[in-house]
């Protein structure tokens, strides 16, 4: 008899059992999903311009975030005196979409598919990838849905129009997202340093309704002050990508930028926008296992999303801001 905990039940610790995210109970079918939020991995990293390996993101995120799958009725938070994700918050693991090697347009519609799947259920889809192409697909998902804002939390633009003909690598996913008719507007925030979009792409972005935020401006308005510059009362899909991050707590992503976000800058924006907000779709993104062996920032990418999802459930149930 074998597996059993000394209490009789099985003691499921996180480096046992499949890495599903969190634990949470994989869900193969797609067509028959029931969960208030579904988790689907996209290793797609063909988009990328520079250091590849973002297509091991969702496998190393998603063993990370066993770290974060102790059941104790909830994660309780002392400083907010508040449990996140008690047991009647239901995840669910979709698994990962089909990726087809060197075929971007495959790939990207069976990414769609997924987040379509999920969005039909009714639960908030949460997409880990891959590369920020993957947001593409992501945000066609919502086609004929009710319009709503695009949350970036990034190093860089990424509103190139096309680069050698590619119009739907990492470095384009804002652009796509600013054509669509649904999205009202987007609020690019820690955007730095040398970036990969030409003045032009500032100026067409401003120009599509862009508000771009440097991560020195967003520290001098506080999270207060950037959450006050989202359009009152529009949903929001938010978008994570890791290179947001100081590389100093972030190394494992392909194009690291120095005078990044730390971790409280971003976690604070993120419970302000869910609590003000409904958030209506989740990514994170640019996750690169190889390039850091320590595995800090496959956990750091895990804390955020459990983190998010604790605020935008605790604000659906009712919850208010907390104030420390």
Not at 2 to 9: F, I, P, S, T
Not at 110 to 115: H, Q
Not at 183 to 200: F, P, W, Y
Request: hydrophobic share 40%.
């Amino acid at each position: 008899m074998a597996g059993h905990g000394y209490d009789g039940g099985r003691l499921d610790l996180p480096f046992t059992g499949i890495a599903t995210f969190a634990k949470a109970p994989h869900a193969p079918d797609w067509a028959d999903i029931e969960a208030d939020a579904a988790i689907l991995g996209a290793p797609f990293d063909a988009g990328t311009q520079f250091r590849a390996g973002a297509r091991f993101g969702p496998r190393g995120v998603r063993e990370a975030s066993t770290l974060f799958s102790f059941g104790h009725a909830g994660a309780y938070d002392h400083e907010d005196d508040r449990t996140y994700l008690p047991p009647g918050v239901r995840l669910v693991d979709m698994g990962d979409a089909d990726i087809v090697h060197t075929d971007t347009e495959a790939s990207h519609a069976n990414i769609r598919s997924g987040v379509e799947a999920a969005l039909a259920a009714e639960a908030l889809p949460v997409v880990v990838g891959g590369d920020h192409s993957v947001n593409i697909p992501c945000i066609e998902a919502f086609e004929n849905r009710k319009a709503f804002h695009v949350l970036q939390i990034d190093a860089h633009l990424d509103f190139v129009d096309s680069r050698h003909g590619v119009t739907r690598g990492h470095g384009n996913p804002m652009r796509r997202a600013a054509e669509k008719p649904w999205v009202t507007g987007l609020t690019q925030v820690g955007i730095r340093n040398v970036s990969s979009t030409a003045r032009e792409g500032y100026e067409a972005a401003r120009g599509m309704g862009s508000d771009i935020l440097s991560v020195r401006r967003a520290r001098s308005l506080g999270p207060d002050g950037v959450a006050a510059r989202l359009p009152a009362g529009d949903p929001l899909y938010v978008t994570i990508d890791i290179d947001a991050f100081c590389p100093s707590i972030a190394p494992g992503t392909g194009t690291p930028s120095h005078g990044g976000f730390l971790y409280y800058e971003v976690l604070e924006l993120l419970q302000r926008a869910a609590y003000g907000h409904e958030i209506v779709g989740i990514d994170l993104v640019e996750v690169s296992p190889d390039h850091d062996p320590s595995g800090s920032t496959q956990i750091l990418a895990a804390q955020i999303l459990m983190n998010l999802l604790g605020f935008v459930f605790d604000a659906r149930a009712g919850g208010v801001l907390p104030r420390h």
